[in-house]
């Protein structure tokens, strides 16, 4: 495959290109950041979905109605029941104060009732209907709640987000390769006589998209290159200057390790994908011109 983009030094004086001349390095820098940024977004939301799921994987909550008589059954139940790692009640002041953050002023009044809620925590493997109910006969009516179930319709959201992110990302590549055929083509043209003294010295149509092809990987790469590291200073930017797998508010990376390899290697892939779809077009357009 090296063949392909390798030149000889009068191949190079015959289609002369690099260092960003002409507008399809630039094109491809412009896709290649968008690229780059929107895929890191599409990784960060997949990572952020995975560091909530794992987080309240085991993590549920007692609802007890009119319940500051009856909380300290249910506090028991839970305490005295097998596979319960952690019982946390929540205490009234702070729960009203998450209420007048919500309805204002009138959240905050003592006279409002409001319901006990204790936060439990399960050892992996024990089944939450059994604790379940052994709360609920502890104290009727009280309500087992799974965090997951609660966050069910913000990861589905997340999750239907980094899906559109990648299908933008496969998008701009497709687009991309549409600008890559449109330059080899209009090379091609630009070029004709170039070509027709080629062919006339006893040169190959594999040797001529060759020429193109070289041309066209170095300026994928130029650009890649520069559309990425103009990414990179931006993504450095939002994270705060912080390096971009510092962990995040929720407590997991932002990116990984193998996320930010990913990110890399993307100007690599799109220098491939430029050199194989031009070198596709450029012998489609020497053979229709036979």
Do not use: C
Not at 58 to 83: C, D, F, K, T
Not at 144 to 168: D, G, Q
Not at 259 to 288: H, K, M, Q, S
């Amino acid at each position: 495959m090296l063949d392909w983009v390798r030149a000889t030094p009068a191949e190079r004086r015959l289609l002369p290109g690099g260092r960003m001349q002409g507008p399809t390095p630039w094109v491809i820098a412009i896709m290649m950041f968008v690229m780059v940024v929107i895929a890191a977004a599409g990784l960060s939301l997949a990572n952020a979905a995975g560091v909530v799921s794992r987080g309240v994987e085991n993590r549920y909550s007692v609802q007890v109605a009119n319940g500051a008589a009856r909380a300290p059954a249910a506090e028991a139940a839970l305490r005295n029941a097998p596979g319960v790692a952690a019982v946390r009640p929540v205490p009234e002041t702070e729960m009203r104060k998450t209420l007048e953050r919500w309805l204002g002023p009138e959240g905050a009044k003592a006279d409002l009732p409001l319901p006990a809620l204790i936060d439990v925590d399960l050892k992996p493997g024990v089944s939450p209907q059994a604790i379940a109910t052994k709360v609920e006969a502890a104290v009727p009516g009280a309500r087992f709640v799974a965090h997951s179930a609660t966050l069910k319709p913000m990861l589905r959201a997340i999750h239907s987000l980094t899906w559109v992110a990648f299908a933008i990302v496969l998008m701009i590549a497709l687009a991309t390769a549409a600008a890559v055929v449109l330059a080899a083509r209009s090379a091609l043209a630009a070029n004709r006589p170039t070509i027709e003294v080629m062919h006339g010295v006893g040169a190959t149509d594999d040797q001529v998209a060759r020429l193109f092809q070289r041309r066209i990987a170095i300026d994928s790469l130029n650009g890649g290159a520069a559309g990425a590291l103009a990414a990179g200073v931006v993504l450095l930017v939002i994270a705060g200057g912080r390096a971009a797998w510092v962990e995040d508010v929720a407590g997991g990376p932002l990116l990984t390790f193998l996320d930010l390899v990913a990110l890399a290697l993307l100007p690599l892939l799109g220098t491939l994908l430029a050199t194989l779809v031009a070198r596709i077009a450029v012998l489609r357009a020497l053979r229709e011109a036979l």
